[in-house]
């Protein structure tokens, strides 16, 4: 129940094109729900984050939506391009507790 | 600047000694991490810290010690005891309880033992 399932493991799009994400929870405690993207070499940056008070949140051409009933969240990639080539992760807390809950991440390409 | 450092970039170490991995923060936050990232891997929690001198194990604390002194600062010792400990280490931070949950990283320190 505490688990994060994440999907695909790794993704190919040509530029332009919109990479998805998906993430799939269990636990329906968790109440916060960030991305992060994390560059060869390089510590995770908070990407975009959402509450499940909302079921869509935009920052620049990153969105996640967000579907309580299905406890399933997913990034989109507006106009993507080969600088978005990264690893991304989804994760998941509680606000009682400290911990974040991490999916097993995504490699995404973005091909020129 | 606002951040967390992380110290040194690479390390080398030869099988059987302990090695102390630095982390430092100015954010001002409550929470620290440590994690380790193997390669194609995801991030595991080896400890955290809530508040000063008080920290738990994370999911592979085996082989790892770490100290809470003071708030800007969570310094990880990797044993000898470690069976396998080549691996990319992260140390985060997050503000703590009434603030987003989000945590904030640091560069990492890649560890190489032989």
């Known amino acids: 129940q505490q688990q994060v399932k994440q999907s695909p493991q790794s993704l190919i799009v040509q530029k332009g094109g919109i990479p998805i994400i998906n993430c799939a929870y269990e636990n329906t405690a968790f109440d916060y729900f960030p991305w992060y993207q994390q560059f060869p070499g390089k510590g995770p940056a908070l990407l975009i984050a959402i509450r499940p008070d909302v079921s869509e949140k935009k920052e620049g051409r990153f969105t996640i939506s967000f579907n309580k009933s299905a406890k399933q969240f997913s990034l989109h990639i507006m106009d993507s391009q080969p600088g978005d080539s990264a690893t991304y992760f989804c994760?998941?807390?509680?606000?009682?507790?400290?911990?974040?809950?991490w999916g097993a991440g995504t490699k995404l390409i973005i091909k020129p | 600047d606002g951040g967390i450092t992380q110290s040194p970039k690479y390390l080398f170490r030869k099988e059987g000694q302990n090695v102390t991995l630095s982390c430092e923060q100015n954010l001002n936050h409550d929470a620290m991490y440590w994690y380790r990232q193997d390669p194609g891997q995801g991030l595991r929690l080896i400890y955290y810290s809530q508040i000063v001198n008080d920290f738990q194990k994370g999911d592979i604390a085996e082989g790892y010690s770490v100290s809470r002194e003071k708030k800007e600062s969570f310094p990880l010792t990797v044993t000898s005891a470690q069976k396998n400990p080549t691996a990319f280490y992260l140390c985060?931070?997050?503000?703590?309880?009434?603030?987003?949950?989000?945590?904030?990283f640091g560069p990492g320190t890649r560890l190489t033992v032989t």
């Open positions: 994760a998941a807390s509680r606000r009682s507790n400290y911990q974040l809950i």
């Open positions: 985060a931070s997050s503000p703590g309880t009434g603030q987003p949950y989000g945590q904030y």
